[in-house]
């Protein structure tokens, strides 16, 4: 006789998953969340933005693209979540916004309970970490269009700015300081670029020593997209922020520009810092031009702020008492002296 399990199914799996996960969406709870999992919808209380003058909701969508490929082949799942959050969540930081709540989307072959809640639990550490609240999320299991060890993780998050503190090109100006804050690596971005290098044209495995990582290329490839949510919005709550630009696919230059007005332009000296080594082995191994590589990673910085001139010192400051390593690495000058208004330039090479 067919059942849904013989077509691939397992509804007690998927209730096994539930149950180990609920420990670790407690830990991501905001006062304003009514009830817990298991409804068909996350309730958020609104009542929360009262407070506010004029709230301006933000909200964002998103994956890990490629990067759960080498989670899944390390059978490592823990972390895929903190790259989910971040890839999510900063992007609604940089209009000033809170994040408030996340919801994740997990499509999978096969309902592995364990690894499921391994995937959750590291959304949920990530969501902790940056004060957002997991509010919900579906598990569906895909036999047949996915192998029983493979998985997609997606989400969706929205946050609140007050709109008189919304960040953006409008606040850019002539005389702004770049601030760049230091990526923890690849974060989750041009993996398809990475793993064509260094598995297809390098022909490395994932528990090769890496002597210029200090760890195997594995461990280097899993390492976790950095959070910039609260110290950046301590940033912002501190100082003359004007904008800022989360570093993601399309690499710095074309995601500063998406925040720089035809006012102006920018300048992004290359000297002010060091990628990390990764970037130039796939350089060097693949054979890719400075130019692609720059166009597919973020060479070393996750985010972007461009600030009043009299308080970038000071940004640089807060920023690493809050755990981001951060430097001067730029400035802001009217359209044509660094060139085309709205362009963002990179000069020099990199230190």
């Known amino acids: 006789m067919t059942s849904y399990a013989s077509a691939g199914v397992s509804i007690e799996a998927g209730d096994r998953a539930v149950e180990l996960m609920k420990e670790w969406v407690e830990k991501a709870r905001r ?28 909200t964002s969508a998103d994956g890990v693209g490629t990067k759960v490929a080498i989670a899944q082949a390390m059978d490592i799942h823990d972390t895929i979540g903190f790259d989910l959050v971040g890839m999510l969540v900063d992007d609604l930081v940089v209009c000033g916004a809170e994040p408030l709540f996340l919801t994740d989307y ?53 946050g609140v700015v007050e709109a008189d503190k919304l960040l953006g090109p409008e606040l850019v100006r002539s005389g702004d300081v770049v601030i760049a804050m230091a990526s923890s690596g ?8 990475v793993r064509h290098v260094f598995f297809g044209q390098a022909g490395w495995k994932l528990d090769r020593e890496v002597e210029e990582f200090g760890s195997t290329l594995g ?30 696919g399309g690499g710095l230059a074309a995601n500063l520009a998406r925040v720089v007005p035809d006012s102006v332009s920018v300048r992004v000296d290359r000297s002010t810092w060091s990628p990390q080594p990764v970037f130039g082995l796939v350089g060097q191994l693949g054979g890719v031009a400075q130019a692609d ?32 390593p951060a ?11 660094h060139g085309a208004g709205g362009s963002v330039t990179l000069e020099n090479t990199y230190a």
């Open 31 to 58: 006062p304003e969340v009514v009830g817990g999992i298991g409804g068909f919808a996350g309730l958020f209380d609104a009542s929360a933005l009262k407070s506010y003058k004029r709230p301006l909701l933000a």
């Open 106 to 158: 997990i499509a999978c072959g096969s309902v592995v309970p364990e690894r499921i809640a391994d995937i959750v639990k590291g959304i949920a550490q990530a969501c902790a970490e940056t004060g957002t609240a997991l509010l919900g999320g579906e598990t569906a299991e895909h036999p047949g269009l996915l192998e029983p060890d493979e998985y997609d993780v997606a989400g969706s998050t929205t």
């Open 186 to 193: 690849l974060h989750a971005n041009g993996y398809s670029l």
């Open 219 to 248: 461990e280097q490839l899993l390492i976790p997209t950095k959070l910039y949510a609260k110290p950046c919005l301590d940033l912002a709550a501190a100082l003359e922020v004007h904008a800022m630009s989360h570093i993601t």
């Open 293 to 324: 590589l720059e166009q597919a990673l973020n060479m070393g910085v996750g985010m972007i702020a461009l600030v009043a001139p009299d308080v970038a010192d000071e940004a640089v400051r807060i920023l690493g008492e809050r755990g981001v």
């Open 327 to 337: 430097w001067i690495a730029g400035d802001v000058a009217e359209a044509g002296i």
